[in-house]
Nanobody
């Protein structure tokens, strides 16, 4: 059974940092691209960051470039999202997703499993 479990969310002040983790199980993690998506209340889901197999390629949403980085540790079956200089507009539920392929894409149908998500709230 494929499982994706996110952690690391919480309440942080503007300008603060959080590191999200997504621990995967039930499939050969190193073979697949992974992504982070977020959804804020009343807004559409958007892809925030993606990382391909062997970390050969990454994608970062324009609005978070220079502030967010994505990485993976295949030995730990974990993908990370380091978020720095957080802004109130980053408030959302952040989820990880498993790609059907070794490369990332921004099409939701190319992902077959999604985690439950972790809440990130940026507020003073």
């Amino acid at each position: 059974e494929v499982q994706l479990e996110e952690s690391g969310g919480g309440l942080v002040q503007p300008g603060g940092s959080l590191r999200l983790s997504c621990v995967a199980s039930g499939f050969p993690f190193s073979n697949y691209a992974m992504s982070w998506v977020r959804q804020a209340p009343g807004k559409e889901r958007e892809f925030v960051a993606s990382i391909s197999r062997l970390s050969r390629s990454t994608y970062i949403l324009d609005s978070v470039k220079g502030r967010f980085t994505v990485s993976r540790d295949d030995a730990k079956n974990t993908v990370y999202l380091q978020m720095n200089s957080l802004k109130p507009e980053d408030t959302a539920v952040y989820s990880c997703a498993k790609s059907r392929d070794h490369t990332w894409s921004l099409g939701p149908r190319t992902y077959d499993y999604w985690g439950q998500g972790t809440q990130v709230t940026v507020s003073s």
